[in-house]
């Protein structure tokens, strides 16, 4: 069954939020803004994304936008707004965006990226948390903050472990505006998509991980790539085989080394 929104996700004016076929949708929804970034929109995120992570009728996530600009980064009053803060202020307002990364990056849920336009800045800050990011030819891609005064900062702990130290310097750096090939080129992009078949190759992929991946092995993993990069070999390897150790237990591998020795198909969406 559909996941009917409570009060409070109605409630949102930024932000839609809806689940089919086991997928929860969260569509940045202000494209006479170009979907840019401030803190009321960071807040809704979060709440939308607080909701999927506990919405048991959906067991993977698509991040995706109206109108023609996937998100152009922090919204142009806010950056005005933002003249008159003093550090508490600004350090306050910095953190809220960094528990969204954050958020999104160690969520128990696959997220999924639907770029159809344009991702800059805190926009493609957005692209970068998503596990996988489909994208079309003409997006464009770029963190460019530099070319403001500003710092891609939060954005930068994420990006290296992404696609390393050197690529990162190269993007952040320069803060040049690149192409969506380039972009998957960096390791951005998971696939580059035509327009007109964004929407259903997002959902069939999702629906693939639905129905074929077990949603507590998809979310151990994500937790395990989320802590392995910070220790040491010795410990990310001990810490590796607990979590082996554990999931050999788990009532979801019972059922599906059961299912491979019966030579049955099993179907983890149900």
């Known amino acids: 069954m559909d996941n009917m929104p409570t009060q409070e996700l109605e409630a949102l004016r930024y932000i839609r939020y809806e689940s089919r076929d086991a997928i929860g ?18 807040s809704e995120l979060k709440q939308a ?34 003249q008159g803060f003093g550090y508490t202020d600004n350090l306050a307002d910095s953190t809220h965006l960094m528990q969204l990364f954050h958020q999104i990056y160690t969520l128990k849920k696959v997220v999924i990226g639907q770029v159809q336009g344009h991702a800059l800045a805190g926009g493609c800050g957005l692209a970068t948390i998503c596990d996988f990011a489909f994208a079309v030819p003409e997006a464009k891609f770029g963190y460019t903050e530099v070319k403001i005064g500003f710092l891609p900062a939060i954005v930068s702990v994420f990006l290296v472990r992404k696609i390393g130290e050197a690529r990162t310097k190269q993007l952040l750096l320069t803060g040049d505006v690149i192409t969506a090939q380039a ?31 077990s949603g507590q092995s998809m979310e151990l993993t994500k937790e395990m790539l989320a802590r392995i990069p910070e220790m040491p070999l ?37």
């Open 25 to 42: 949708y969260i569509t940045l929804n202000r494209p006479d803004k170009r979907n840019a970034l401030s803190y009321d929109v960071v």
């Open 49 to 82: 994304f607080e909701f999927a992570e506990e919405d048991e009728t959906c067991k993977v996530i698509v991040l995706r936008a109206e109108g023609a600009v996937f998100c152009a980064g922090a919204d142009l009053g806010y950056i005005q707004e933002l």
């Open 183 to 213: 972009a998957a080129d960096f390791g951005l992009v998971t696939f580059l998509v035509p327009k007109e078949e964004l929407a259903d190759q997002v959902y069939q992929f999702a629906r693939r991980l639905c129905v074929e991946n």
């Open 234 to 270: 010795e410990d990310s390897l001990r810490y590796a085989a607990q979590m082996n150790a554990e999931a050999r237990g788990s009532l979801d591998c019972r059922r599906g080394i059961a299912a491979f020795l019966n030579k049955e198909k099993i179907t983890w969406d149900n």
